[in-house]
């Protein structure tokens, strides 16, 4: 039997259209997470550190950063967050993998630059980065990216987003020679490389050691409830697609889901996701991958995880077959377009669902009545 939660229980999301997905709260109809800020934070993901400068670091490092900028530039533009504010919440909230201090300076380099960029209208009204300076005296020329710690005195960061900037022509650096604020960004990131490389290499030697203690909490609490730990919990449950297919994510759709759990007493949950696409032709749904995972969860614990499709290439042949098409006729090859339809996600406690969320309400029976449907589709 299918217990599902009240409408100021379950969260369905709603608002995907053109493979674009929306968070939305059904009980206010309002935004679950600050959007801009989530959005943002998936451009602020730490970079791999490594003590060899790769041929392509500085073309990566500058193309995150571009689009760092805009991101900056339309809340600047927007009812959004201002660049100061958007960047503590990102950093603040969503982004992991990352000292305190390494934060720190890099939301003062982005702002930094940001406010340059700005200030030399490098922005066209759609808030789009272009190189063309339009203010100042260095107007009509192109601007300049260049490293802040060039790689050749601190090699760890010569693929961060963080340790490049744009600067006007007149500005560029001109040999070898740091001015002081370069110098003392190549000091603090120097010390920042040392001591995230040290919790690297901890964290990699100590990691079943790290899981262990990190379930202990809950194993007590476990313990302590007894026999109310059994009973199925009361949780809201929500989330949305927080990325779409890209280079940087594998060409791969990713949801986000979050469990509230707001029994007084701990549990453990099963998490199920989907993810569905859908022909240009002949509207046939089909599954784009799918995942689960157990999460234990103490009394009043929130907790968020991410969940991705399949790379979306890998379903040009089932398009093909489901619409009908010849992947060798060239005609038929434009008309094989993988879209994303959705997702559908559920959560299980000893094998009852007890909450259920979807893109759209037209999914949602794939979460429960229909489920023998959703695992019958190609």
Same mark, same amino acid.
């Given at each position: 039997?299918?217990?599902?939660?009240?409408?100021?229980?379950?969260?369905?999301?709603? *608002?995907?259209?053109?493979?674009?997905?929306?968070?939305?709260?059904?009980?206010?109809?309002?935004?679950?997470?600050?959007?801009?800020?989530?959005?943002?934070?998936?451009?602020?993901?730490?970079?791999?550190?490594?003590?060899?400068? *790769?041929?392509?670091?500085?073309?990566? +490092?500058?193309?995150?950063?571009?689009?760092?900028?805009?991101?900056?530039?339309?809340?600047?533009?927007?009812?959004?967050?201002?660049?100061?504010?958007?960047?503590?919440?990102?950093?603040?909230?969503?982004?992991?993998?990352?000292?305190?201090?390494?934060?720190?300076? #890099?939301?003062?380099?982005?702002?930094?630059?940001?406010?340059?960029?700005?200030?030399?209208?490098?922005?066209?009204? $759609?808030?789009?980065?272009?190189?063309?300076?339009?203010?100042?005296?260095?107007?009509?020329?192109?601007?300049?990216?260049?490293?802040?710690?060039?790689?050749?005195?601190?090699?760890?960061?010569?693929?961060?987003?963080?340790?490049?900037?744009?600067?006007?022509?007149?500005?560029?650096?001109?040999?070898?020679?740091?001015?002081?604020?370069?110098?003392?960004?190549?000091?603090?990131?120097?010390?920042? $490389?040392?001591?995230?490389?040290?919790?690297?290499?901890?964290?990699?030697?100590?990691?079943?050691?790290?899981?262990? +203690?990190?379930?202990?909490?809950?194993?007590?609490?476990?313990?302590?409830?007894?026999?109310?730990?059994?009973?199925?919990?009361?949780?809201?449950?929500?989330?949305?697609?927080? #990325?779409?297919?890209?280079?940087?994510?594998?060409?791969?759709?990713?949801?986000?889901?979050?469990?509230?759990?707001?029994?007084?007493?701990?549990?453990?949950?099963?998490?199920?996701?989907?993810?569905?696409?859908?022909?240009?032709?002949?509207?046939?749904?089909?599954?784009?991958?799918?995942?689960?995972?157990?999460?234990?969860?103490?009394?009043?614990?929130?907790?968020?995880?991410?969940?991705?499709?399949?790379?979306?290439?890998?379903?040009? $042949?089932?398009?093909?077959?489901?619409?009908?098409?010849?992947?060798?006729?060239?005609?038929?090859?434009?008309?094989?377009?993988?879209?994303?339809?959705?997702?559908?996600?559920?959560?299980?406690?000893?094998?009852?669902?007890? #909450?259920?969320?979807?893109?759209?309400?037209?999914?949602?029976?794939?979460?429960?009545?229909?489920?023998?449907?959703?695992?019958?589709?190609?």
């Amino acid at each position: 039997m299918i217990r599902i939660l009240s409408s100021l229980q379950l969260a369905i999301l709603v *608002g995907f259209a053109g493979g674009a997905f929306a968070p939305v709260d059904a009980a206010e109809g309002k935004s679950l997470i600050n959007k801009d800020a989530y959005a943002l934070a998936k451009l602020l993901k730490p970079a791999r550190l490594s003590a060899k400068v *790769g041929e392509g670091d500085f073309d990566a +490092a500058q193309k995150q950063l571009i689009r760092i900028l805009e991101a900056l530039e339309r809340g600047d533009r927007t009812s959004g967050p201002r660049p100061k504010d958007m960047l503590e919440l990102a950093y603040d909230h969503f982004v992991e993998g990352m000292n305190p201090q390494w934060k720190l300076q #890099a939301q003062s380099a982005l702002l930094k630059t940001w406010e340059e960029a700005h200030s030399l209208g490098l922005f066209d009204v $759609g808030s789009k980065f272009t190189t063309k300076i339009t203010r100042g005296p260095d107007t009509g020329k192109e601007c300049v990216f260049e490293y802040i710690a060039p790689p050749d005195q601190l090699p760890l960061f010569s693929n961060d987003y963080a340790n490049v900037r744009v600067v006007a022509p007149s500005k560029q650096r001109v040999g070898t020679e740091l001015s002081p604020y370069d110098l003392a960004a190549v000091q603090r990131l120097s010390r920042i $490389g040392e001591e995230a490389l040290g919790i690297r290499l901890e964290e990699k030697q100590d990691n079943k050691e790290a899981a262990k +203690a990190a379930r202990a909490p809950w194993e007590r609490e476990m313990a302590a409830a007894g026999d109310a730990a059994e009973a199925a919990p009361k949780l809201i449950f929500s989330g949305g697609i927080t #990325a779409s297919p890209s280079k940087s994510n594998g060409e791969r759709y990713e949801a986000t889901l979050e469990i509230t759990n707001l029994s007084r007493h701990p549990t453990e949950v099963e998490v199920e996701c989907w993810f569905l696409g859908i022909t240009g032709e002949k509207r046939r749904r089909y599954r784009m991958g799918d995942a689960s995972r157990t999460v234990p969860l103490r009394a009043g614990e929130v907790w968020r995880g991410e969940f991705f499709s399949n790379p979306v290439n890998k379903f040009r $042949g089932t398009v093909a077959m489901l619409d009908g098409l010849n992947p060798k006729n060239k005609k038929d090859k434009k008309k094989i377009v993988v879209k994303g339809r959705g997702w559908v996600a559920r959560v299980l406690h000893k094998g009852e669902v007890i #909450a259920m969320a979807a893109s759209t309400n037209d999914l949602l029976p794939y979460a429960g009545e229909e489920f023998e449907a959703l695992k019958a589709l190609p």
